[in-house]
């Protein structure tokens, strides 16, 4: 999902099982706000959103089939940035309590290939390494909130 890439299966996953947490932590959609459609148009970004006669209708800009309307959270799942510069409590990062170090990119000393790993201080030390800077968050969010995916 960085950089324009796919969303890994093991990343839905875990979006999906912490969807209830996020939208807790996100609070009211956004214009702009990423998601991903659950009935198979894939990324999309929210292009108009407001509650009309108790009833949430939801305009979303997808990628590969344009713009199409959502009634209702039902159609898609909320795809949070992995770290959000304006608003840092709204992106994963800033849904992580306790300390923490994301570090990202290659061991020089031993040339090996990029790895990404977020380190969560709560009572003990965590470490998760993982393929994406967002799978990596992910995981430690699954933890903190105990959450199974």
């Known amino acids: 999902m960085e950089g324009g890439t796919e969303m890994t299966k093991q990343e839905l996953k875990m979006f999906i099982a912490l969807q209830p947490k ?23 970004t929210v292009t108009f959103s407001k509650i009309d006669s108790g009833c949430q209708i939801t305009r979303i800009e997808f990628e590969m089939e344009g713009d199409v309307m959502c009634f209702g959270e039902d159609d898609f799942i909320r ?3 992995a770290i959000d510069t304006v608003n840092p409590k709204r992106g994963l990062w800033g849904m992580l309590k306790g300390e923490k170090t994301l570090f990202d990119g290659v061991d020089y ?5 990029a790895r990404h790993a977020v380190l969560l201080k ?4 965590s470490v998760y390494e993982e393929p994406t800077p967002t ?3 992910l995981k430690a969010l699954c933890e903190q909130w105990e959450v199974t995916p």
Not at 22 to 44: P, Q
Not at 109 to 113: D, E, G, M, W
Not at 122 to 125: A, T
């Open 122 to 125: 709560i009572n003990v030390m």
């Open 22 to 44: 996020i939208k807790e932590a996100m609070g009211e959609l956004r214009n702009g706000d990423k998601v991903y459609s659950v009935r198979g148009f894939g990324n999309g």
């Open 79 to 81: 795809i949070p940035l």
């Open 135 to 137: 799978e990596a968050i």
């Open 109 to 113: 000393k031993f040339t090996l290939p």
